[in-house]
């Protein structure tokens, strides 16, 4: 281990019952726990002592003990955060109550913990509820590999700020990870559900077959049903395991009557029993043979049957009967029954609750290096300190009538000490401006900047000696930016009024960052500032605020107080001490005066 994490892991469904994704988080949790992390797994409860443990823990929170919901290192913590809601009662996947809802908000944002791990975060509820309001580095796990079970009533631009807050993304399979991406683009880390320590061999070699018993598997079943009427040394358990209707009980004829039965496990105990003494498990079930039943079944020790897979005998779906004759020649032949036994044993183990949660630690400290270190906040005593706006137009953009000369002047009456002047897909601006500062030697510098619009979105180079043309990928411009010894700046990163990168784009080319804008003063609702602000502090980068005025009375209105500087260097060195300062003013009264201005140029 590389070093103690606080890692909090979130469940949407209750921990006690059966379902595999509170199996994958109860048993994750416990492996990082060996490990010697913090462990909190927020989760609903149908325990009223759970419940009132959990709302007194949650006021202790409120009331500023930050350590409220932080586990003792090595010991996982499950923290009720509401009641679970009954099956019939839900509506859209695992409903629960607000107050639920707003505990998960305050627990992942004043919780403290270094990691949030949210599973299954497409369907509404706690999970989502987490995504949505971290504010620390979180990771999002998907299990189901089935479309129908996608519950995403996110749209547009709602789904893409739900994207900007996941940092990792998990699926527990290739397929889960295909469906995952319906909705949520990027590299997924693919990590297996973890196999409880209690599937483990039994009594082998008794004819003990087991069949995954469905409405779907009819076929497969009356098959069997005639190879165990065949083979007297033969038994067979239908494993129901509680989902869906029950399927119809299939006719067993007399020489089969006895040694067909049926099992319905409330527990992973129970089902581990099941399963113990099974030389074949017959999945004919949706995953077939990567299933999370399967891969219990060959920590059994049992051969897998299934229409696909890995490491299984396979049978085509439209012929049930090449199933019990994979099924009878597993029996039959002891060396092959062997073979797969050993070979399936040994890729379970990689399944065991320690390997997930070390692939699973892996995921989160990658993570945290991509977060910058935190720098220190002020500068030195003796250092002068200026003001600057590093976002703003002239005429040289094709929205901007401002001249060169009068933006000069406007810019040294408020007392600025430096602006980046940054044109739509232009630097003769900021060239003319520097020209005119260096001729009249005005006090105050300024930056060549541009806002260039790529095939992703917007971005900004300070520090630039060449126009760089518009269209390119985002990737291009960033290095073209910095071929010329610019500084890459990220403007209004988050407003969906602007032309801005996806979150996959951001998170692709989160090194290259060297300055995110988190304060834009033109922006029509203060929420997207708070995004960028958000993300930033998420990744301790650099902050800036930009007026991006194209008009007079803007400038001035996003200042970044920051030591003087000298060239690039300098200045990147001197933003890690920039202290910003919002002076809003009208966005209507702007726009107006803005809208003005340009019927104006055009005539």
Not at 108 to 114: A, H, L, N, Q
């Amino acid at each position: 281990m590389e070093e103690q994490l606080s890692i909090c892991l979130i469940s949407p469904y209750v921990l006690g019952g059966s379902h595999p994704v509170a199996e994958h988080v109860r048993q994750t949790a416990t492996g990082l726990a060996g490990r010697g992390h913090k462990v909190t797994v927020l989760a609903p409860s149908s325990s009223r002592q759970a419940l009132r443990a959990g709302r007194r823990r949650f006021r202790s929170l409120a009331g500023g003990d930050a350590e409220a919901v932080q586990a003792l290192p090595g010991e996982p913590l499950a923290i009720a955060v509401g009641p679970a809601v009954p099956l019939g009662q839900r509506r859209g996947g695992v409903g629960i109550p607000v107050a639920s809802r707003a505990n998960v908000a305050m627990a992942v944002t004043e919780g403290g913990f270094d990691v949030i791990d949210a599973h299954e975060p497409h369907v509404p509820g706690i999970a989502s509820s987490a995504v949505k309001h971290s504010t620390t580095l979180t990771a999002a796990t998907f299990h189901t590999a089935v479309e129908r079970a996608l519950v995403a009533p996110l749209r547009g631009s709602s789904r893409e700020r739900r994207r900007a807050n996941i940092d990792a993304l998990i699926a527990t399979g290739e397929r889960a990870a295909e469906t995952a991406r319906r909705l949520y683009t990027g590299e997924y880390a693919l990590i297996p559900s973890p196999i409880d320590p209690a599937f483990r061999p039994g009594r082998k070699g008794g004819g003990s077959i087991v069949l995954a018993w469905t409405a779907e598997s009819r076929g497969v079943t009356r098959a069997l049903v005639r190879l165990v009427a065949a083979h007297p040394e033969m038994q067979l358990t239908l494993l129901w395991e509680r989902s869906g209707r029950r399927p119809l009980r299939p006719y067993v004829p007399a020489a089969a009557r006895g040694r067909v039965h049926v099992a319905s496990p409330r527990t992973t105990a129970e089902r581990a029993a099941v399963l113990a003494d099974a030389d074949v498990l017959v999945c004919p079930a949706e995953g077939g043979g990567d299933s999370r039943l399967a891969w219990e079944g060959r920590s059994c020790g049992a051969v897998i049957v299934a229409l696909e897979g890995h490491l299984a005998l396979a049978y085509a779906d439209d012929q049930p009967a090449l199933a019990a004759a994979a099924t009878g020649r597993a029996i039959a032949d002891p060396e092959l029954r062997e073979q797969l036994t050993e070979d399936g044993m040994r890729e379970a183990r990689l399944r065991s609750p320690e390997a997930v949660a070390e692939q699973t630690e892996a995921v989160y400290l990658a993570m945290l290096r991509r977060r910058r270190r935190a720098e220190r906040r002020g500068g030195p005593e003796q250092t002068r300190l200026i003001d600057c706006d590093l976002h703003m137009h002239t005429r040289y953009s094709h929205d901007c009538a401002t001249e060169v000369d009068d933006l000069l002047e406007h810019c040294i009456g408020l007392g600025l000490g430096a602006i980046a002047i940054t044109d739509h897909n232009e630097l003769a601006g900021a060239l003319e401006a520097q020209r005119i500062v260096h001729e009249r030697d005005l006090p105050i510098t300024v930056i060549a900047g541009e806002e260039v619009k790529t095939a992703q979105g917007e971005v900004i180079g300070l520090f630039l000696t060449e126009r760089i043309e518009r269209g390119l990928t985002m990737a291009d411009t960033v290095a073209e930016i910095q071929r010329q010894g610019g500084l890459v700046l990220v403007p209004h990163p988050f407003d969906r009024m602007h032309t801005i990168p996806d979150a996959a784009t951001l998170h692709r080319l989160l090194d290259e960052i060297d300055i995110f804008e988190v304060y834009n003063s033109r922006l029509l609702f203060d929420s997207f500032n708070d995004e960028a602000l958000r993300f930033a502090r998420k990744y301790n980068l650099i902050q800036s605020a930009g007026s991006d005025a194209h008009v007079l009375q803007g400038l001035g209105t996003a200042i970044n107080r920051i030591p003087a500087f000298d060239g690039p260097e300098e200045f990147l060195v001197a933003m890690r001490h920039n202290q910003i300062i919002r002076r809003p003013r009208s966005l209507l009264y702007l726009q107006g005066l803005k809208w003005v201005a340009q019927v104006s140029k055009s005539s």
